[in-house]
């Protein structure tokens, strides 16, 4: 086994296809076949199964393909490193956040990079789940989230602040225009764009107990995928949301105002989370050190 052969399985794996890895990589297909082939036989087992709409790793290829990806995120920490002695601090930090956490993923890479100007950035903006699943499959270094989770193994967080939730609502239908507050008993009837009943933080199940709790069921219209299309039902007048109160300086609109529900006091904690199991390269582990402790 040697590092071409990886190189070949490991583009091929993500790209789900031969011919496509051979592109990128600039080679001709049949150097990248017989490689892989030599792999299989040089391990015994067969790491993909061909079928029509391409190839899919087998249990014994995915299994490499995760210990793959860690050699070679391993191998460019290592260059970084290097690189890092002689350069300056330099690399690219891969960092993820939700929505609603998105003010202070800029306002940390404001400060970080101007130390560190050399420093690359890829950010992505996804739902909790995905940036986990990203986070946990090394493919993000940091991830903003809110709330705090255990769903990834020798996972690390910081708190970064506390928010109470709040409806986010338009004039239209504010049940209590004259007053700071909504009392719960007044959401009655009132239309709710809620987010979905399986969301990672749980604010549509919690909103909804304490009204039942209250002596009725709330008048749900739609559940949202995401935090945005939440927000953007509201401003459409479809109904009322609950969400950190935050989300009306996000998005900016004159529209949108919130108001705290009278007797709940439901928490949002935003937070950093990264995976302390991985070895990072020198620029990310300088992020965490600034801003993780």
């Keep these: 086994m040697n590092f071409r052969q990886l190189e070949y399985f ?20 049949p150097p990248v076949s017989r490689q892989i082939a030599l792999l299989e036989d040089e391990l015994g087992v067969c790491l993909f199964l061909r079928t029509n709409k391409g190839i899919e790793l087998t249990e014994a290829g995915q299994s490499l393909y995760v210990q793959s990806k860690h050699i070679f995120q391993s191998m460019h920490t290592m260059i970084d490193s290097v690189r890092d002695i002689d350069q300056g601090l330099r690399g690219c930090l891969k960092l993820g956040s939700i929505y609603s956490t998105i003010s202070f993923t800029l306002d940390f890479l404001k400060k970080y990079h101007a130390e560190y100007p050399n420093v690359e950035y890829y950010i992505r903006m996804g739902t909790p789940g995905d940036l986990l699943n990203d986070l946990s499959n090394g493919d993000l270094h940091v991830i903003f989230l809110r709330g705090t989770t255990s769903e990834i193994s020798g996972s ?22 004259g007053l700071d507050y909504i009392p719960i008993e007044r ?45 953007q039902m509201v401003q459409s007048g479809f109904g009322i949301s609950f969400l950190p109160p935050a989300l009306v300086n996000i998005i900016g609109s004159h529209e949108l105002y919130s108001k705290p529900i009278r007797g709940i006091t439901a928490k949002s904690y935003p937070t ?19 801003f993780g402790q």
């Design 156 to 177: 690390w967080e910081r708190i970064l602040g506390e928010e109470t939730l709040e409806v986010i609502l338009t004039e239209s239908l504010d049940p209590a225009p």
């Design 272 to 290: 950093m989370m990264w995976n302390s199991s991985v070895m990072y390269s020198g620029c990310v582990k300088r992020f965490i050190d600034m």
């Design 10 to 29: 490991t583009t091929a794996a993500r790209l789900k296809s031969i011919s496509k890895a051979a592109q990128e990589l600039h080679v001709a297909q």
């Design 187 to 231: 959401l009655r009837d009132v239309p709710m764009c809620l987010l979905r009943s399986d969301d990672l933080w749980s604010y549509n199940n919690y909103l909804i107990n304490e009204c039942q709790r209250n002596g009725f069921s709330p008048n749900v219209v739609c559940q949202c995928y995401d935090t945005p299309m939440a927000l």
